[in-house]
């Protein structure tokens, strides 16, 4: 098969500017997000000393993802992608500043309604983005797009993380809140400055937004290749607990004296590095096949699985730290692949919903294993090691599932994850080598 030649991610970078400004938008964003979450997880164990609340911070971060995607697929087909992104951008950055009134143990409520806030107006945000990403850099940039959105964030993760820790344990942790209010606002302020076309679809005021959300999933049903992909991380969400563990393992396992918000840290910056090692590295093997892309998605689970494990035995911080790194690279490797396949097999008037979709199925199976986890170490006494150890034998069966999937199918590049309906002739050339074409 003819290769299409790639954009190196530095040319991609100089050359398109409306990636490159959603692109600086995303970097402040997320990096202010983990600012705020690793002081707050931190914080809540300071004044409540339960895991169950940070399970629950967790879950109401996740909540209103899960329960407002399909509404959220139909917003951002239906109004320009870019003015939900600023609106949303804007609006967080005055939610975020209610965290710095939660001061004392009779407020530590405030978290969770504040960090739902933010969720709701995040569960339009992401899938305007995601969505945006075709629309902005062609077909045939589109791995080396996806490959350093999910690089970018993982390094915001391993920054944000550290960083977040040390401002926090020298600055005091409304330092934290407050970079992250401004970050919303930087965001804001590059994405306004970028062009994102994108098809309008017509709807008629008769027509309601919940009928447009049946035709969403109408049309995922349509394209039985298209439902594989949605369930890579909504299975990988089943071991989503494993945010929990990192918060208990960095305070109260391997403790840094003085400094529990800076052991969390490092286990999140190590957290991000590896999510952004693993797209670097399996794009190099996968290239544009669509065939290595799916068997990248079974080894992402097995690395996932292995390493988890060996966390769950780490003697150490310094071991902990290297078996989480090399546990997130398989997460990273399945989510990058998952997210381009989805956007190679789906149309863009159908692409907003398919991955407000996604979303959706992620965050309600990561809700529940948060909440599973927190109940489990607080309720039956269960050891933080003996639940990592659960969500490493998680990963076993869809590693199993993909890998005697893929065999069944003989490899057959069009099997796997083939373009569907009319978005093949808009794609198939790009993507195949035999003309060139973007989404639209």
Known sequence: ME?????????????????????????????????????????LLQLTGSAQAI?????AQMLPLALLGPVAGVIVVRFSR?????????????????????DEPSRAWMSYPLIAGLAVFTSVFEPARTASIPNVVGMKDLVTANALSAATWSFMLASGGLVGGAVAA???????FLLNSFSFLLSAGFIASTTIPQTRVALHDRDSGWRNVIDGFAYMGRHHEILPLLSVKMVWGLAGGISVLIAIFGQSIFPIVGGEALSVGILYAVSGLGTGLGPIVAR????????????????????????????????????ASWTLLLSRTGGSILWT???????????????????????????????????ATGLLLD????????????MGLLFVPPAVVWTVMLAARGGREEALAPVP???RTRTAGAVAGSGTGKSR
């Open 82 to 102: 870019r003015s939900v992104m600023i609106i949303a951008d804007l609006v967080r950055a005055v939610i975020a500043l209610g965290f710095l009134f939660i």
């Open 421 to 423: 309906g009319a978005a």
């Open 3 to 43: 290769q299409v030649a790639r954009t190196g991610y530095i040319e991609l970078l100089r050359t398109n500017r409306n990636f490159r400004r959603l692109w600086y938008g995303q970097i402040v964003s997320q990096l202010g997000d983990w600012f705020n979450l690793i002081t707050l997880q931190v914080l």
């Open 284 to 319: 190099r093997y996968a290239g544009d096949s669509r065939r290595r892309m799916c068997w990248s998605i079974a080894i992402g689970y097995a690395i996932g699985g292995v390493f988890t494990l060996l966390f769950a035995r780490s003697s150490s911080l310094f071991m």
């Open 379 to 390: 309720r039956a006494h269960l050891s933080p090691r003996f639940m990592a150890a659960v």
């Open 337 to 371: 692949f998952s997210t381009t396949l989805l956007q190679m097999a789906s149309e863009d008037r159908f692409r907003g919903r398919v991955f407000a979709a996604e979303q959706t199925l992620f965050t309600l199976t990561l809700a529940l294993s948060n909440y």
């Open 170 to 176: 020298l600055f005091g942790r409304n330092v934290a």
């Open 55 to 59: 399970a629950a911070l967790i879950i």
